[in-house]
């Protein structure tokens, strides 16, 4: 089998692999959305969270819900430098059946980090394998030039 068909197979089904899983997380982060209730909370804490060379941070945050519990969650995404600082309010978005999933948010749009990530790799990945085609084109058209 020739080698351009081969990597093209690999590099394809990585694409499609790339875009399956962006899917699949846009999706999941869409019906959480959809299903979660908002209410506004307040950063009683910012957590310290060791990753790799240097720490991150993830608030701890306090609010109360539709029903009127009282409860508080750290978020289970960190970053650096911190997002939040305390005493900062935030958008809190919490599963009604689970109120401890939830998420603060600045911007609803930032839910979708992971997907964006999967859809860019999957486009970047895609230029690849057009750039490889057109020069294996060129190689068969113009033979002598290589």
């Given at each position: 089998m020739d080698i351009i068909l081969q990597l093209s197979l690999v590099?394809?089904?990585i694409i499609i692999g790339f875009l399956l899983a962006a899917f699949i997380l846009w999706y999941?982060?869409?019906r959480f959305i959809d299903r979660a209730h908002?209410?506004?909370g307040v950063v009683i804490k910012v957590r310290k969270v060791p990753f790799e060379n240097r720490d991150t941070?993830?608030?701890v945050v306090r609010f109360t819900t539709s029903d009127g519990r009282a409860l508080s969650f750290t978020d289970p995404v960190s970053c650096y430098p911190s997002e939040f600082e305390v005493g900062e309010r935030a958008e809190?978005?919490?599963d009604p059946h689970n109120p401890h999933r939830a998420r603060a948010v600045k911007k609803v749009s930032d839910l979708f980090l992971e997907a964006r990530l999967f859809w860019v790799a999957s486009a970047a990945l895609l230029a690849v394998g057009f750039?490889?085609?057109a020069a294996y084109g060129l190689m068969n058209y113009f033979p002598e030039a290589f």
């Open positions: 590099l394809g089904s999941r982060t869409r908002k209410a506004t941070f993830s608030p809190v978005l919490y750039l490889i085609g």
